[in-house]
């Protein structure tokens, strides 16, 4: 029987709406929308999506490593951006983390996020190798 691990960030939110930051069941583990917003409650990076999407990477990676996995287990990032047209700075960020890993992909542009001053939220998939 596969048993479910939520992993939390301590974001107040989190019991609020009712989610965890990742979610691990069995080897897969799924990490939730994530933005660029620090521990603070504020937003880093405004009005860079390269730099938020930096951020939320090194917040995802936190997050992967309480699950006991890494960037080499992701298998798919889901791309959320209020401007597909800095698509190539938060693909230059994505690519410092993922030019040799390759998962699969998606960038999506969105109408907004939860503040305007979010430029993009990123969820990943992991899959641990047994």
Same mark, same amino acid.
């Given at each position: 029987? +596969? +048993?479910?691990?939520? #992993?939390?960030?301590?974001?107040?939110?989190?019991?609020?709406?009712?989610?965890?930051?990742?979610?691990? !069941?069995? @080897?897969?583990?799924?990490?939730?929308? $994530? $933005?660029? #917003?620090?521990?603070?409650?504020? !937003?880093?990076?405004? @009005?860079? =999506?390269?730099?938020?999407?930096?951020?939320?990477? /090194?917040?995802?990676?936190?997050?992967?490593?309480?699950?006991?996995?890494?960037?080499?287990?992701?298998?798919? $990032?889901?791309?959320?951006?209020?401007? #597909?047209?800095?698509? /190539?700075?938060?693909?230059?960020?994505?690519?410092?983390?993922?030019?040799?890993?390759?998962?699969?992909?998606?960038?999506?542009?969105?109408?907004?996020? #939860?503040? =305007?001053?979010?430029?993009? /939220?990123?969820?990943? $998939?992991?899959?641990?190798?047994?």
């Amino acid at each position: 029987m +596969n +048993n479910r691990i939520n #992993i939390s960030s301590g974001a107040k939110w989190e019991d609020i709406i009712g989610y965890s930051r990742a979610v691990k !069941v069995g @080897n897969i583990i799924e990490v939730a929308g $994530t $933005t660029a #917003i620090n521990e603070d409650g504020n !937003v880093v990076g405004a @009005n860079d =999506p390269y730099e938020q999407t930096k951020f939320i990477f /090194e917040k995802i990676e936190k997050a992967l490593a309480s699950a006991g996995a890494s960037f080499r287990d992701v298998v798919r $990032t889901r791309m959320f951006t209020t401007d #597909i047209s800095q698509w /190539e700075e938060i693909g230059r960020a994505h690519g410092e983390f993922f030019r040799e890993i390759k998962p699969a992909a998606s960038m999506i542009e969105v109408k907004g996020l #939860i503040d =305007p001053e979010l430029l993009i /939220e990123i969820e990943v $998939t992991a899959i641990l190798s047994s």
